[in-house]
Every structure is written in structure tokens, then in C-alpha cells.
Nanobody, 122 residues
């Protein structure tokens, strides 16, 4: 069982930055690929970014590529999402997810966090 708790959301102006964190419980964090997803009001949940077990591989949605960076610290059981050059369309609840598959963008993750709200004002 893995429990995920996101933090770091908030209100930011367009062009600003935020860093989200996701703390995982348990001793098997390094076995899981990790990902970030988001859900904007009235829209489906969508994939944002993923990182492999070791942190050596990452991939991103086209909409955030070049602006967002995912990273992880296995010693701290934490995954991060650095978000730069934020746009109003990035406003959403951001969810952390854990998966035994690196194909986390298309395979249902094994565990989800409860989310943290990011609001970008214009």
C-alpha cells in the first residue's frame, strides 16, 4: 500500500512559478514510476509528466514540455513538479500517482493522491 500526499499548490500570477511536492509513505517508493496529472474545472483528468523508478527517464505532455520539470528524491520518498512560466490554462487540481509501469500516461496508476489546487491568474 502506498499513500501519496501532495502539497505546494496555491495562487500565482501568469508567468510565475510553483513547485509541487508529493510525499509517499512506505518503503517501496523506488519501485514505482511516478507521475503528475491534472484536472481543470469541467474537463477530464489529463497526464502531465512522468518519471522512472531511478529518475533517469522522464516524459511530458506537449502542453507543459519545456515549462515543467519532474524530479524525485528516493531517499526522501518524494516526487516534485517544478512549474515555470505558468499560464491561466494550467489552472487545475494536480494529482500525484504511482505506478509499477513506466507507461503511466496510458495505464491506470496503482495509487493516487488527493490532489492540490493550482490557480493561475491572468
Amino acid at each position: 500500500q502506498v499513500q501519496l500526499v501532495e502539497s505546494g499548490g496555491g495562487l500565482v500570477q501568469a508567468g510565475g512559478s510553483l513547485r509541487l511536492s508529493c510525499a509517499a509513505s512506505g518503503h517501496t517508493f523506488s519501485r514505482y514510476a511516478m507521475g503528475w496529472f491534472r484536472q481543470a474545472p469541467g474537463k477530464e483528468r489529463e497526464f502531465v509528466a512522468a518519471i522512472s523508478w531511478s529518475g533517469g527517464s522522464t516524459y511530458y505532455a506537449n502542453s507543459v514540455n519545456g515549462r515543467f520539470t519532474i524530479s524525485r528524491d528516493n531517499a526522501k520518498n518524494t516526487v516534485y513538479l517544478q512549474m515555470n512560466s505558468l499560464k491561466p490554462q494550467d489552472t487545475a487540481v494536480y494529482y500525484c500517482a504511482a505506478s509499477l509501469s513506466f507507461n503511466i500516461a496510458t495505464m491506470p496508476p496503482d495509487y493516487w493522491g488527493k490532489g492540490t489546487l493550482v490557480t493561475v491568474s491572468s
